[in-house]
């Protein structure tokens, strides 16, 4: 995809006035929020965990891991001591899935893969916009390749977005993609003619409803779930489409450049998303956005162009202890949270830290073992409401995760839920008292 | 009772290809989801799709709409050639003379079964009104733009994009003949009925169920390539390329797929696949193996032997579960044969299990020789046993292959590699003793049967059904049914079952 920085605007902006009543009133007065000092939300997932030998933290500080965070220091709350891990389920499935949500994978079903709505969708509902929300990475769709785990589907280690229990929001891996679904190039001469490719594309949609609306009505009961969720899957699209746009922001990010490898270009794909992510957060496009730095797993991601040649990520996440392996473990964090610290100027740039909260995290500690207590847990932004630049908890806490999406909940002033996760990861209903 | 299933990315692309009469390549679907597998098949999903990925088969529907409507044989029926520019003077197209004959004939193909009326008039008012557009819109053509609305319309339609000839209300029962016709048509090629095919359903003579069993037949003839693909290649891993980019391991891929090939195509029972008595190769992978290669001949030839070939003794498989450390590997392959071969399944770990198995991580004397590491496993106090009884047989036996699939006597340590382990009632000291105990077992003929049952039901054999596959691989009359007897027996089983043969 070829774009031409002379004629890129941004569009859409202006006409997010005349769609968001109309989202207003199709959501819940229960699940909208209560004003809160923030009011967006970034997850950020990074696969295989920290150098933490047997959940001790390890390198998990400002001197080692962390270092490249070290101008956000202030931005920046250490938490210790949560864990997400459910007994007896294969980590690398159960944990991606259940990252954001802290439910447990269903494995009963092979044909549907299940877990719980997450916490980046929970703010969605209360905070609507023109894109419910942005899922951003799948650098390359991660497949176990011996597929030895009956049951176990591998969207599990793909996603982390749940929408609700079978239905994932899968992320875009392309800049180029996302430029496009944000900021739509616009052609004066050629006006007419894409409006009349956004119109068809309606039809088509209003068609395709059409078809599965008579569809389920030959089919036993049963079968409508599957049915209304393809159309609610339908009017999400209609809707993302109907938003006429208007230009809103100076000189959007050049999306082009070779990002057809998952190693190629890696810290500069994340860079640029990070960017538009911003972009699209300043101008009311959306307010939720997660990031997934990889796949659970990540072997095919080697980082070659950033540390040199060398195993994948996967592969020196199960150091066995040996040196070299955990010397390209710790390059690799720092690579990463390099990238955090990226994300967070962008937002800064455009002056919106002090609105959004930043989790930062992986599903295990010590990828070595899989270990899933201790668990790599940062939370960043701006302002004096929360402790940033403190540490809170330590290594033997054995906090739920949930307790802390418990908190982010309330921090965004969203009270419709009594608990998060469930089961052995159910929240405690005890604050980790992360306000000042 | 079967879900509604989404067609795989793989039967998507193949439906496209042949309902337009041309290959559509692979690089029109890289941005598409992937589609989970279920039963290790792709052909069984029922994952929701999200606005992302909808919003990506709409920009490839819009690419495959110019090629449909590029394609001589679907739009035959029009007075001029369809092209997006404007038409020279002559005969106005329209709905009535060029329209309806492209959207039935193509969307009929593609929703596996005749258009129905209401579907005509409702994409007949789509083009129409899309052409209304596009002539407000000032574009040169708008009959082709309405055209293109409704053939991007129908690329996507749910009656595509879902399998609902394998639910009950999804064809009408005067459509019986169109589902038989699907059924045949995705298990033996990925796709569509094609002319033959179509033509018998819409004549009723699939009503017979000899005709069936002929067009079966000869679609796993004529169709031997996809069927290979798709039920062989993601049984047997070989469809997808895990291959890193390495050419040894292309040419270890490209074994697997040619013996099973041969295999399939040759009527050999489906036990020569352990034990085929040739493997086929090229002169890498021959000088790897240490294979005699005719450098004047083919560039890959069948080499007869006994030592190579069979699916235990391919590099692809040998090279594939060795990464990791040296425990991972006799536990990856023995769980990879366990599960493709003998259809185990294994018993979930539980919370207790799991904890075991960290402590045992530092338990374990890493001096020791690797099978006596693997002891551990086996103590008849631990619950581990369940699992490694079945794993460490195999996967010790195996270990006489090292990391490159080569033989050993001797391990890196310098430990003789011995093993006096059972598996099936045998012991299985090496990778021949290992290999045929499972090519002599019922279980092993059954699980075959049992694969090739699950990809032609949709779904896995319900409790009440084990028997079935059994009785496909081990017939009463003692024969042995060759692999592709087993496809055909085990597609026809499938119409019995699903209800839909008479």
Same mark, same amino acid.
């Not at chain 1, 996603?159 to 496009?180: G, H, K, M, N, T």
């Not at chain 1, 990010?253 to 994340?270: A, I, K, L, W």
């Not at chain 1, 960043?380 to 630049?389: I, P, Q, R, W, Y």
């Not at chain 2, 021959?286 to 003794?313: I, M, W």
């Given at each position: 995809?070829?774009?031409?920085?002379?004629?890129?605007?941004?569009?859409?902006?202006?006409?997010?006035?005349?769609?968001?009543?109309?989202?207003?009133?199709?959501?819940?007065?229960?699940?909208?929020?209560?004003?809160?000092?923030?009011?967006?939300?970034?997850?950020?997932?990074?696969?295989?965990?920290?150098?933490?030998?047997?959940?001790?933290?390890?390198?998990?500080?400002?001197?080692?891991?962390?270092?490249?965070?070290?101008?956000?220091?202030?931005?920046?709350?250490?938490?210790?001591?949560?864990?997400?891990?459910?007994?007896?389920?294969?980590?690398?499935?159960?944990?991606?899935?259940?990252?954001?949500?802290?439910?447990?994978?269903?494995?009963?079903?092979?044909?549907?893969?299940?877990?719980?709505?997450?916490?980046?969708?929970?703010?969605?509902?209360?905070?609507?916009?023109? *894109?419910?929300?942005?899922?951003?990475?799948?650098?390359?769709?991660?497949?176990?390749? *011996?597929?030895?785990?009956?049951?176990?589907?591998?969207?599990?280690?793909?996603?982390?977005?749940?929408?609700?229990?079978?239905?994932?929001?899968?992320?875009?891996?392309?800049?180029?993609?996302?430029?496009?679904?944000?900021?739509?190039?616009?052609?004066?001469?050629?006006?007419?003619?894409?409006?009349?490719?956004?119109?068809?594309?309606?039809?088509?949609?209003?068609?395709?409803?059409?078809?599965?609306?008579?569809?389920?009505?030959?089919?036993?009961?049963?079968?409508?779930?599957?049915?209304?969720?393809?159309?609610?899957?339908?009017?999400? *699209?209609?809707?993302?489409?109907?938003?006429?746009?208007?230009?809103?922001?100076?000189?959007?990010?050049?999306?082009?450049?070779?990002?057809?490898?998952?190693?190629?270009?890696?810290?500069?794909?994340?860079?640029?998303?990070?960017?538009?992510?911003?972009?699209?957060?300043?101008?009311?496009?959306?307010?939720?956005?997660?990031?997934?730095?990889?796949?659970?797993?990540?072997?095919?991601?080697?980082?070659?162009?950033?540390?040199?040649?060398?195993?994948?990520?996967?592969?020196?996440?199960?150091?066995?202890?040996?040196?070299?392996?955990?010397?390209?473990?710790?390059?690799?964090?720092?690579?990463?949270?390099?990238?955090?610290?990226?994300?967070?100027?962008?937002?800064?740039?455009?002056?919106?830290?002090?609105?959004?909260?930043?989790?930062?995290?992986?599903?295990?500690?010590?990828?070595?073992?899989?270990?899933?207590?201790?668990?790599?847990?940062?939370?960043?932004?701006?302002?004096?409401?929360?402790?940033?630049?403190?540490?809170?908890?330590?290594?033997?806490?054995?906090?739920?995760?949930?307790?802390?999406?418990?908190?982010?909940?309330?921090?965004?002033?969203?009270?419709?839920?009594?608990?998060?996760?469930?089961?052995?990861?159910?929240?405690?209903?005890?604050?980790?008292?992360?306000?000042? | 009772?079967?879900?509604?299933?989404?067609?795989?990315?793989?039967?998507?692309?193949?439906?496209?290809?042949?309902?337009?009469?041309? !290959?559509?390549?692979?690089?029109?679907?890289?941005?598409?989801?992937?589609?989970?597998?279920?039963?290790?098949?792709?052909?069984?999903?029922?994952?929701?799709?999200?606005?992302?990925?909808?919003?990506?088969?709409?920009?490839?529907?819009?690419?495959?709409?110019?090629?449909?409507?590029?394609?001589?044989?679907?739009?035959?029926?029009?007075?001029?050639?369809?092209?997006?520019?404007?038409?020279?003077?002559?005969?106005?197209?329209?709905?009535?003379?060029?329209?309806?004959?492209?959207?039935?004939?193509?969307?009929?193909?593609?929703?596996?079964?005749?258009?129905?009326?209401?579907?005509?008039?409702?994409?007949?008012?789509?083009?129409?009104?899309?052409?209304?557009?596009?002539?407000?819109?000032?574009?040169? =053509?708008?009959?082709?733009?309405?055209?293109?609305?409704?053939?991007?319309?129908?690329?996507?339609?749910? =009656?595509?994009?879902?399998?609902?000839?394998?639910?009950?209300?999804?064809?009408?029962?005067?459509?019986?003949?169109?589902?038989?016709?699907?059924?045949?048509?995705?298990?033996?090629?990925?796709?569509?009925?094609?002319?033959?095919?179509?033509?018998?359903?819409?004549?009723?003579?699939?009503?017979? !169920?000899?005709?069936?069993?002929?067009?079966?037949?000869?679609?796993?003839?004529?169709?031997?390539?996809?069927?290979?693909?798709?039920?062989?290649?993601?049984?047997?891993?070989?469809?997808?390329?895990?291959?890193?980019?390495?050419?040894?391991?292309?040419?270890?891929?490209?074994?697997?797929?040619?013996?099973?090939?041969?295999?399939?195509?040759?009527?050999?029972?489906?036990?020569?696949?352990?034990? !085929?008595?040739?493997?086929?190769?090229?002169?890498?992978?021959?000088?790897?193996?240490?294979?005699?290669?005719?450098?004047?001949?083919?560039?890959?030839?069948?080499?007869?032997?006994?030592?190579?070939?069979?699916?235990?003794?391919?590099?692809?498989?040998?090279?594939?579960?060795?990464?990791?450390?040296?425990?991972?590997?006799?536990?990856?392959?023995?769980?990879?044969?366990?599960?493709?071969?003998?259809?185990?399944?294994?018993?979930?770990?539980?919370?207790?299990?799991?904890?075991?198995?960290?402590?045992?991580?530092?338990?374990?004397?890493?001096?020791?020789?690797?099978?006596?590491?693997?002891?551990?496993?086996?103590?008849?106090?631990?619950?581990?046993?369940?699992? =490694?009884?079945?794993?460490?047989?195999?996967?010790?036996?195996?270990?006489?292959?090292?990391?490159?699939?080569?033989?050993?006597?001797?391990?890196?340590?310098?430990?003789?590699?011995?093993?006096?382990?059972?598996?099936?009632?045998?012991?299985?000291?090496?990778?021949?003793?290992?290999?045929?105990?499972?090519?002599?077992?019922?279980?092993?003929?059954?699980?075959?049967?049992?694969?090739?049952?699950?990809?032609?039901? =949709?779904?896995?054999?319900?409790?009440?059904?084990?028997?079935?596959?059994?009785?496909?691989?081990?017939?009463?009359?003692?024969?042995?049914?060759?692999?592709?007897?087993?496809?055909?027996?085990?597609?026809?089983?499938?119409?019995?079952?699903?209800?839909?043969?008479?």
């Amino acid at each position: 995809m070829k774009f031409n920085p002379e004629r890129r605007h941004i569009l859409r902006w202006m006409g997010l006035q005349l769609a968001l009543p109309v989202l207003a009133s199709v959501v819940p007065t229960d699940a909208r929020a209560a004003p809160a000092t923030r009011k967006r939300f970034i997850a950020v997932y990074f696969p295989n965990g920290s150098y933490m030998p047997q959940g001790a933290d390890g390198d998990w500080n400002f001197q080692e891991a962390l270092a490249p965070l070290d101008s956000y220091r202030q931005n920046t709350l250490l938490l210790r001591g949560l864990r997400n891990g459910f007994g007896g389920i294969d980590p690398h499935w159960q944990n991606c899935a259940g990252f954001l949500s802290c439910h447990p994978i269903q494995l009963g079903d092979p044909g549907v893969a299940r877990c719980a709505k997450s916490l980046d969708q929970h703010i969605a509902d209360a905070y609507p916009s023109p *894109l419910r929300s942005l899922e951003i990475g799948g650098l390359y769709y991660h497949q176990h390749q *011996l597929n030895d785990h009956p049951g176990y589907s591998h969207d599990y280690l793909n996603r982390i977005a749940w929408q609700s229990a079978d239905q994932y929001r899968s992320p875009v891996a392309d800049p180029a993609r996302l430029f496009e679904q944000l900021f739509t190039t616009q052609d004066e001469q050629a006006a007419a003619h894409l409006q009349f490719i956004r119109s068809r594309k309606m039809s088509i949609l209003d068609h395709l409803h059409g078809d599965a609306t008579r569809l389920a009505q030959r089919l036993p009961q049963s079968y409508r779930p599957v049915l209304d969720s393809y159309m609610q899957t339908v009017r999400e *699209l209609e809707l993302q489409i109907a938003t006429p746009t208007v230009g809103c922001a100076d000189m959007p990010p050049d999306p082009s450049g070779d990002f057809s490898s998952p190693n190629t270009n890696y810290v500069q794909r994340f860079r640029l998303m990070h960017q538009m992510t911003a972009l699209a957060m300043r101008c009311g496009l959306t307010n939720v956005a997660t990031f997934m730095y990889g796949p659970s797993v990540s072997d095919d991601i080697n980082f070659a162009e950033e540390i040199g040649p060398g195993v994948g990520h996967h592969g020196c996440a199960h150091h066995g202890g040996t040196q070299s392996n955990v010397d390209r473990l710790k390059a690799i964090t720092q690579v990463q949270v390099g990238l955090l610290a990226d994300l967070l100027a962008r937002l800064k740039e455009l002056e919106l830290l002090q609105e959004t909260l930043v989790l930062y995290g992986s599903d295990m500690s010590d990828g070595n073992i899989h270990h899933t207590k201790n668990l790599p847990i940062l939370l960043c932004g701006e302002g004096s409401d929360l402790k940033f630049g403190q540490e809170l908890g330590s290594a033997g806490d054995g906090r739920p995760l949930s307790d802390l999406y418990m908190d982010v909940l309330s921090l965004m002033g969203i009270s419709s839920l009594s608990s998060f996760g469930s089961g052995e990861c159910l929240s405690t209903g005890q604050s980790l008292r992360l306000a000042v | 009772m079967t879900k509604l299933l989404r067609l795989s990315n793989e039967e998507y692309q193949n439906i496209a290809s042949d309902v337009i009469g041309s !290959p559509v390549g692979d690089e029109r679907f890289i941005a598409w989801t992937p589609v989970a597998e279920v039963y290790g098949f792709d052909t069984m999903s029922a994952t929701r799709i999200d606005a992302r990925a909808l919003d990506e088969q709409l920009r490839t529907a819009a690419e495959l709409a110019v090629l449909v409507l590029d394609s001589p044989e679907l739009t035959s029926a029009c007075p001029s050639r369809l092209t997006p520019a404007a038409p020279e003077d002559g005969v106005a197209l329209t709905w009535t003379n060029c329209g309806a004959a492209v959207m039935t004939r193509f969307a009929s193909r593609a929703f596996r079964r005749p258009l129905r009326p209401e579907e005509r008039t409702r994409y007949q008012s789509l083009l129409e009104s899309s052409q209304l557009e596009a002539a407000a819109a000032s574009l040169p =053509h708008p009959f082709y733009e309405g055209l293109t609305t409704a053939v991007q319309a129908a690329l996507l339609s749910p =009656h595509v994009m879902f399998k609902p000839e394998l639910v009950p209300g999804g064809f009408e029962p005067a459509e019986r003949g169109y589902r038989i016709a699907s059924k045949l048509a995705l298990f033996f090629r990925s796709s569509v009925a094609d002319d033959e095919l179509w033509e018998l359903a819409g004549s009723g003579e699939l009503d017979d !169920p000899e005709i069936v069993e002929q067009q079966a037949r000869r679609m796993l003839a004529q169709y031997q390539e996809r069927f290979m693909t798709d039920f062989g290649g993601q049984w047997l891993d070989f469809r997808k390329d895990a291959t890193g980019g390495d050419p040894l391991m292309m040419s270890m891929k490209n074994e697997t797929r040619d013996v099973f090939r041969e295999v399939l195509a040759r009527g050999l029972t489906p036990q020569k696949l352990l034990q !085929p008595g040739f493997t086929i190769v090229d002169q890498r992978l021959a000088a790897h193996y240490g294979l005699e290669f005719d450098l004047d001949g083919e560039p890959v030839q069948k080499v007869v032997t006994d030592e190579r070939g069979g699916l235990l003794s391919q590099g692809y498989f040998l090279r594939r579960t060795a990464t990791g450390s040296e425990f991972r590997r006799p536990i990856h392959r023995g769980l990879w044969a366990l599960t493709r071969l003998l259809c185990r399944e294994m018993p979930r770990l539980d919370a207790a299990t799991v904890a075991e198995i960290s402590e045992s991580f530092e338990k374990i004397d890493r001096t020791l020789p690797l099978s006596e590491q693997m002891e551990f496993h086996r103590e008849a106090s631990g619950s581990c046993i369940a699992c =490694h009884g079945q794993i460490d047989p195999v996967g010790l036996a195996l270990e006489k292959y090292d990391r490159q699939g080569l033989w050993r006597e001797i391990d890196d340590n310098g430990h003789a590699i011995v093993s006096d382990l059972e598996l099936l009632g045998e012991v299985v000291a090496d990778p021949m003793t290992l290999a045929a105990a499972i090519e002599q077992s019922e279980e092993y003929r059954t699980c075959v049967a049992t694969k090739a049952l699950t990809y032609a039901l =949709h779904r896995g054999p319900l409790a009440n059904e084990a028997c079935v596959a059994r009785e496909l691989a081990v017939p009463k009359d003692g024969s042995s049914p060759s692999l592709q007897e087993l496809a055909v027996t085990a597609l026809l089983k499938s119409l019995e079952l699903a209800d839909i043969a008479r």
